[in-house]
């Protein structure tokens, strides 16, 4: 089998996501917990690497080859039928950092998440497409709107004003549903809109203005998606973050006689009789992880405040009591259930995977850990 060309940004998806204690592996789905929302699914799982839009422009996108799916080209709506992106989703893709998801999502579930990207991200297939307002976007709207509803498009330079960016916040405070459609039926005034009520039936305007809401207007900054969360927008839950990091910090150490806590063996090799190279993960984690976790491994990097669950705080005392070598290893190669950590053994190298998690134990979380181990060998 052709190994798979991974570059250093790959780590950061790999350490970079997890931030609460390990779920166990029988954990219950999304399904179990009330009724499915397609859109934290995808959030939740999918945009780490198909991007929020869904056009594969995430951090994974220039270190996986081949580079996650772009749902929203006209290549996308002509090769994936509902069939194939279930069983991709179900199975994973070979040769492809795609894994399968089916024992993390139910069969419903699964199908849920890819009627989402069908109807949110993709472009009109009319030859096989179920979604009507999507395809009279595609045959009316796209030449000017564009095909992701931003007005970039061949005709943007030529017209004056130029045509609505629907994705804007401007856009969403201020086209209400009603005066869509009666811009689609009449036209706007002074612009280059014309009105359709002569060529399409109320029925597909009225449609046509749903895909538009739905598709490119949506408030992806909505407290109930995990991974958009960003701290610009959400002023207190980046105070309470930051009071729980300083109370944890500060926390006292356990009264005498108190209950301890069953600590890692931190003297346990590596799977499979692995060797890791601090040097050589110290290289991949400060040019990708540190955008996570931090320099210092704190979990403070510039990206931290966009992710939920956080970053792993690798200097705390729960981290440095729990996570040996095995630990971080099966953080990295395994993923983590319930957040957006995916797993990555299927396009890393065990190698790889064994320097990165032997430089987090050596500088974070038993520093000097390296100068005992490389005396002892002598």
């Known amino acids: 089998m052709k190994r798979q060309t991974i570059r250093p940004t790959m780590i950061l998806l790999a350490l970079g996501l997890g931030a609460a204690a390990w779920l166990p592996a029988q954990a219950a789905p999304q399904a179990s917990q009330g009724a499915i929302k397609p859109a934290k699914i995808y959030h ?47 199975n994973g893709r070979s040769g492809t950092a795609m894994v399968g998801w089916k024992s993390q999502l139910t069969p419903k579930e699964i199908e849920a998440v890819v009627d989402y990207v069908r109807d949110t991200f993709m472009p009109a297939h009319a030859s096989a497409d179920s979604n009507r307002g999507r395809q009279v976007y595609s045959r009316n709207c796209a030449v000017c709107h564009g095909e992701q509803g931003d007005g970039r498009s061949r005709a943007q330079n030529s017209l004056h004003p ?11 405070s201020t086209l209400s549903r009603e005066r869509m459609i009666a811009s689609v039926t009449y036209g706007r005034p002074d612009t280059a809109m014309a009105g359709f009520k002569s060529q399409l039936s109320t029925r597909d305007i009225h449609a046509v203005v749903d895909y538009i809401r739905n598709g490119f207007m949506r408030d992806d900054g ?34 005498a006689g108190a209950k301890a806590a069953v600590l890692a063996d931190m003297k346990a090799p590596m799977p499979d009789r692995l060797k890791g190279d601090a040097v050589k993960g110290a290289a991949f984690y400060m040019s990708n992880c540190a955008t996570c976790h931090g320099t210092t491994g704190d979990g403070r990097g510039p990206r931290a405040y966009f992710i939920n669950p956080k970053p792993r705080n690798f200097l705390h005392t729960a981290s440095r009591e729990q996570f040996n070598r095995p630990a971080i ?44 181990q490389a005396k002892a060998s002598r």
């Open 44 to 90: 939740d799982y999918c945009s780490v690497c198909h991007g929020d839009r869904g056009d594969g422009r995430s951090r994974a996108q220039n270190s996986l080859i081949p580079p996650p799916r772009d749902f929203t080209t006209p290549e996308a709506a002509t090769l994936l039928n509902r069939q194939r992106m279930i069983d991709a989703v179900a």
């Open 162 to 172: 130029p045509p609505r960016d629907f994705t804007s916040a401007a856009a969403r």
């Open 222 to 255: 909505r407290d109930d998606i995990s991974g958009v969360r960003n701290a610009a927008r959400h002023p207190s839950a980046m105070a309470a973050d930051a009071a729980r990091q300083a109370a944890q910090a500060a926390a006292p150490a356990p009264a």
């Open 329 to 372: 290893y099966h953080a990295v190669a395994n993923g983590k259930l319930g957040t957006e950590m995916p797993a990555w053994n299927k396009v890393l190298e065990p190698q790889e995977i064994a320097d990165v998690s032997e430089f987090v134990f050596q500088r974070f979380i038993q520093p000097g850990a390296g100068t005992a």
